[in-house]
């Protein structure tokens, strides 16, 4: 499977009532060996960010035209290369923008990986690295998607340790 190219600009971006631009992620996760057991590993896709070499989680824009999962959804496939399935929401943050003066309001979402391409519309702008929970605590700089990796390891009835 091969993506197309990844939408730009800021024309159909959602803003909130405080005029906050609305954002939507996911965390990309699957398993060591492919299923869930007691001594399978968590592992998590963080991406480098577009204008620095920051780790994080895909996340984006959410438009007009697309639902709040859709959105999500794309991200993940133009910024990390994956596809799979999404799951309910994992939280809300304000969050202060790293390279504007203004303030953000995030959602994320924990994804399922059932596929990762070879091919995607951010394949050349960033890197994309598979890592332990332990590893994208320590690397993923923003604390909001941090409190979202902490609430997609409780969903999952995880120890804190992993």
């Known amino acids: 499977m091969e993506a197309g190219g990844a939408r730009t600009g800021r024309d159909l971006q959602r803003y909130n009532d405080n005029q906050c631009r609305l954002v939507v992620g996911c965390i990309p996760y699957r398993y060591k060996n492919g299923k869930r057991n007691e001594t399978e590993e968590l592992e998590v896709l963080v991406i ?55 303030y953000r309001e995030g959602f994320m979402f924990p994804l399922m990986v059932t596929q990762q391409l070879d091919i995607w519309p951010d394949k050349y702008a960033r890197k994309r690295q598979w890592v332990s929970v332990e590893e994208a605590r320590n690397v993923c700089e923003q604390w909001w998607m941090k409190e979202a990796l902490e609430a997609l390891v409780d969903r999952l009835g995880l120890s804190r340790d992993n």
């Open 48 to 102: 480098s960010s577009s204008n620095r070499e920051a780790m994080i989680f895909p996340k984006g824009g959410w438009e007009v035209d697309e639902s709040m999962e859709e959105a999500a959804s794309r991200e993940s496939l133009e910024e990390a290369g994956v596809v799979g399935n999404l799951g309910a929401e994992l939280g809300r943050w304000i969050f202060k923008s790293k390279t504007l003066e203004s």
